[in-house]
């Protein structure tokens, strides 16, 4: 009941007699106190399981009992809704009406009216239905309203033969709201009274080459946050105002066209016309001061929850939440628990995108609940930032990126570190695990690219009981060398540091303790060194992240963090910071307004430093990782070229 009463009010009213919306204080006369929280909450619970006659007794009964307040606006806008739903459209335009002239909300004001429209349309009064639309600023609506009020005043002027003006507005209205739907779900959603896509672009470009006066066109414009439409209404005002002969005001449209958008064809007819006025490109190029919401779907409760607990917090510190983290300041984290299921997951990216409005998600961790958020995320049209270790989940769609180190990314790191000690010849002792038989074959692949190869492999059962196999594996090769007189010289081991402590006294019995050890990220836990007894000294393994570094980018890092939540840092912590420090940093100074706008900025950030070895992405949008160089000295981790 709260969590509903919650998401209301975010929607209406902060429940107090003064806030703001828009960046306008609102003012009601009277708070809301929890007994009207309590009786508007019994009301809201019968509208959402559709029982709307109760519902409708409820919400008159809450209006008449307590004095004015935000909650009262809501439920006369819920009794107008009910109306609409049992097709009352002259009951439904008239409550609309008695709360577009009482409420003191804009915003309330906006969603009433386009209700009203509807009621209009619906009723066949299409002059009237426009009237509504008309006055309506979509910056205060939803998704779903926007798009109603797109294709139904479109629908309506077509019935009027209106004028082209203010058809170019609700087409711009129409592709910006498109822009998170696939054409299908716009289909299936809205039918006929949503246009096509296809259809809607078509009619903006021709809005936008048609000559029109200043005045002639629609003034919502003036103020209106163009997304995708941005480059034809930045064309049309351009242009429009260049006729105009205001020069100043037709180089601020035609920069943001040329500049932002070069390779659109408009931007190329304007550009004779730009060069004329002598507006140099990059005066608006300043710092937006822009606060974009990210999405975090982390496995917050269930067995997972400590994975889940202590990446937020690594992220919470890069979003500068609690000091003294002095991390980013343009992000705002609204995090969802998934609880490691791929069902909540996909639930969470849509209520990220649909009612936070999200500019991107980050996570999940888990490789089912990634891949499941992902091909949501791709249908909605948002950029997710996937935590999974699984390789290909960027495959699923344009949007999609993932951070994490890939067992490509060791192998590569472990092979160039070999080779450069002049270990060519490898052999792989791997737990037959599809852990370790990934990293064999990955091995066996990649090594010839860089100068190496496999000259022998054993897998085991039993790392405790691993002796035989260490056996085998040695007398396993017959091309000896000085070189490498048991003919490979280094042993690659893809096990966890726990496992290898087990392997490592059997090394030297087998005859295998001058070969240069190898490992992965597994191995980084202090007891490989302090627990080996020596047997590991001068073993080769890497990390994302190594808390120990010289870095003073980690031990800044390591301190805040240490501060503000009372331990030190772990890898998911410090993946989760870079994850929103990455985002931060390539937003930075951008107006990204569209997820195009959001791909771009993070598929084009190059020679990112943070605290793990994340660089950038690469054109298939996996990450480019330069991990951490680790070895045993002295019995305690250090970092080594």
């Given at each position: 009941?709260?969590?509903?009463?919650?998401?209301?009010?975010?929607?209406?009213?902060?429940?107090?007699?003064?806030?703001?919306?828009?960046?306008?204080?609102?003012?009601?006369?009277?708070?809301?106190s929890?007994?009207?929280?309590?009786?508007?909450?019994?009301?809201?619970?019968?509208?959402?399981?559709?029982?709307?006659?109760?519902?409708?007794?409820?919400?008159?009964?809450?209006?008449?009992?307590?004095?004015?307040?935000?909650?009262?606006?809501?439920a006369?806008?819920?009794?107008?809704?009910?109306?609409?739903?049992?097709?009352?459209?002259?009951?439904?335009?008239?409550?609309?009406?008695?709360?577009?002239?009482?409420?003191?909300?804009?915003?309330?004001?906006?969603?009433?009216?386009?209700?009203?429209?509807?009621?209009?349309?619906?009723?066949?009064?299409?002059?009237?239905?426009?009237?509504?639309?008309?006055?309506?600023?979509?910056?205060?609506?939803?998704?779903?309203?926007?798009?109603?009020?797109?294709?139904?005043?479109?629908?309506?002027?077509?019935?009027?033969?209106?004028n082209?003006?203010?058809?170019?507005?609700?087409?711009?209205?129409?592709?910006?709201?498109?822009?998170?739907?696939?054409?299908?779900?716009?289909?299936?959603?809205?039918?006929?009274?949503?246009p096509?896509?296809?259809?809607?672009?078509?009619?903006?470009?021709?809005?936008?080459?048609?000559?029109?006066?200043?005045?002639?066109?629609?003034?919502?414009?003036?103020?209106?946050?163009?997304?995708?439409?941005?480059?034809?209404?930045?064309?049309?005002?351009?242009?429009?105002?260049?006729?105009a002969?205001?020069?100043?005001?037709?180089?601020?449209?035609?920069?943001?066209?040329?500049?932002?958008?070069?390779?659109?064809?408009?931007?190329?007819?304007?550009?004779?016309?730009?060069?004329?006025?002598?507006?140099?490109?990059?005066?608006?190029?300043?710092?937006?001061?822009k606060?974009?919401?990210?999405?975090v779907?982390?496995?917050?409760?269930?067995k997972?929850?400590?994975?889940?607990?202590?990446?937020?917090?690594g992220?919470?510190?890069?979003?500068?939440?609690?000091?003294?983290?002095?991390?980013?300041?343009?992000?705002?984290?609204?995090?969802?628990?998934?609880?490691?299921?791929?069902?909540?997951?996909?639930?969470?990216?849509?209520?990220?995108?649909?009612?936070?409005?999200?500019?991107?998600?980050?996570?999940?961790?888990?490789?089912?609940s990634?891949?499941?958020?992902?091909?949501?995320?791709?249908?909605?049209?948002?950029?997710?930032?996937?935590?999974?270790?699984?390789?290909?989940?960027?495959?699923?769609?344009?949007?999609?990126?993932?951070?994490?180190?890939?067992?490509?990314?060791?192998?590569?790191?472990?092979?160039?570190?070999?080779?450069?000690?002049?270990?060519?010849l490898?052999?792989?002792?791997?737990?037959?695990?599809?852990?370790?038989?990934?990293?064999?074959?990955?091995?066996?692949?990649?090594?010839?690219?860089?100068?190496?190869?496999?000259?022998?492999?054993?897998?085991?059962?039993?790392?405790g009981?691993a002796?035989?196999?260490?056996?085998?594996?040695k007398?396993?090769?017959?091309?000896?060398?000085?070189?490498?007189?048991?003919?490979?010289?280094?042993?690659?081991?893809?096990?966890?540091?726990?496992?290898?402590?087990?392997?490592?006294?059997?090394?030297?019995?087998?005859?295998?303790?001058?070969?240069?050890?190898?490992?992965?990220?597994?191995?980084?836990?202090?007891?490989?060194?302090s627990?080996?007894?020596?047997?590991?000294?001068g073993?080769?393994?890497?990390?994302?992240?190594?808390?120990?570094?010289?870095?003073?980018?980690?031990?800044?890092?390591?301190?805040?963090?240490?501060?503000?939540?009372?331990?030190?840092?772990?890898?998911?912590?410090?993946?989760?910071?870079?994850?929103?420090?990455?985002?931060?940093?390539?937003?930075a100074?951008?107006?990204?307004?569209?997820?195009s706008?959001?791909?771009?900025?993070v598929?084009?950030?190059?020679?990112?430093?943070?605290?793990?070895?994340?660089?950038?992405?690469?054109?298939?949008?996996?990450?480019?990782?330069?991990?951490?160089?680790?070895?045993?000295?002295?019995?305690?981790?250090?970092?080594?070229?």
């Amino acid at each position: 009941m709260k969590k509903i009463l919650f998401l209301v009010l975010l929607v209406f009213a902060s429940g107090c007699a003064a806030f703001k919306q828009g960046g306008v204080k609102v003012k009601y006369p009277n708070p809301v106190s929890s007994e009207m929280r309590s009786e508007f909450s019994l009301a809201e619970n019968e509208f959402k399981a559709q029982r709307y006659p109760q519902a409708e007794v409820g919400f008159r009964n809450y209006s008449q009992r307590y004095p004015y307040n935000a909650l009262s606006d809501l439920a006369e806008y819920r009794i107008g809704q009910i109306k609409l739903l049992r097709k009352d459209y002259a009951g439904a335009t008239q409550t609309f009406d008695a709360l577009i002239g009482k409420t003191p909300d804009p915003g309330v004001a906006s969603r009433a009216r386009v209700k009203a429209g509807i009621a209009q349309y619906r009723l066949g009064n299409y002059s009237s239905a426009l009237s509504y639309f008309d006055k309506t600023d979509p910056a205060a609506l939803g998704e779903n309203d926007r798009i109603k009020l797109g294709g139904l005043a479109l629908a309506a002027l077509d019935r009027v033969k209106g004028n082209s003006e203010r058809k170019g507005f609700y087409d711009a209205v129409l592709l910006d709201s498109y822009q998170n739907l696939s054409e299908s779900s716009i289909q299936q959603q809205y039918g006929a009274e949503a246009p096509s896509r296809q259809a809607v672009l078509g009619g903006l470009k021709s809005w936008a080459q048609q000559p029109a006066t200043v005045g002639q066109i629609d003034s919502r414009f003036s103020t209106y946050k163009a997304k995708a439409s941005e480059p034809y209404v930045a064309y049309k005002l351009g242009m429009s105002y260049y006729k105009a002969g205001d020069k100043k005001l037709a180089g601020k449209y035609l920069a943001r066209l040329v500049g932002k958008y070069p390779g659109n064809p408009l931007a190329k007819e304007a550009q004779p016309i730009f060069a004329q006025l002598g507006y140099k490109p990059g005066k608006e190029a300043k710092a937006s001061g822009k606060r974009y919401k990210i999405g975090v779907i982390l496995p917050l409760s269930g067995k997972y929850q400590v994975y889940g607990a202590n990446t937020l917090k690594g992220m919470e510190c890069a979003a500068s939440v609690k000091a003294p983290c002095a991390g980013v300041s343009n992000i705002q984290i609204i995090s969802r628990d998934d609880q490691g299921e791929p069902a909540l997951a996909v639930k969470a990216v849509e209520e990220l995108v649909k009612q936070e409005k999200v500019s991107a998600i980050v996570g999940p961790l888990s490789s089912a609940s990634s891949m499941a958020a992902a091909q949501r995320a791709e249908e909605l049209g948002v950029v997710m930032i996937s935590l999974a270790q699984r390789e290909g989940i960027p495959a699923i769609g344009a949007n999609i990126f993932r951070f994490s180190l890939t067992p490509g990314e060791q192998v590569r790191a472990i092979l160039e570190a070999a080779v450069k000690r002049g270990k060519k010849l490898l052999a792989v002792l791997y737990p037959n695990s599809n852990y370790g038989k990934v990293f064999l074959s990955t091995t066996q692949s990649m090594a010839s690219k860089y100068g190496a190869s496999v000259r022998a492999s054993q897998g085991y059962g039993s790392a405790g009981n691993a002796a035989a196999e260490l056996r085998q594996l040695k007398f396993s090769v017959s091309q000896a060398s000085a070189q490498a007189p048991l003919g490979f010289n280094a042993l690659f081991i893809p096990d966890s540091y726990s496992e290898v402590l087990k392997i490592a006294p059997n090394l030297k019995n087998a005859g295998l303790d001058q070969v240069q050890l190898l490992g992965t990220n597994a191995w980084n836990d202090p007891s490989i060194a302090s627990q080996s007894g020596g047997l590991l000294e001068g073993s080769v393994f890497l990390d994302i992240y190594f808390k120990n570094s010289n870095s003073t980018l980690v031990k800044n890092f390591v301190s805040e963090f240490q501060a503000a939540f009372g331990g030190a840092p772990s890898t998911l912590e410090a993946m989760g910071y870079d994850a929103i420090r990455f985002l931060g940093q390539a937003l930075a100074g951008r107006k990204a307004s569209s997820a195009s706008d959001v791909r771009e900025a993070v598929a084009s950030s190059r020679g990112y430093h943070g605290v793990t070895g994340l660089r950038s992405f690469s054109w298939d949008r996996e990450a480019q990782v330069e991990p951490y160089m680790l070895t045993v000295e002295s019995g305690a981790i250090k970092e080594t070229k």
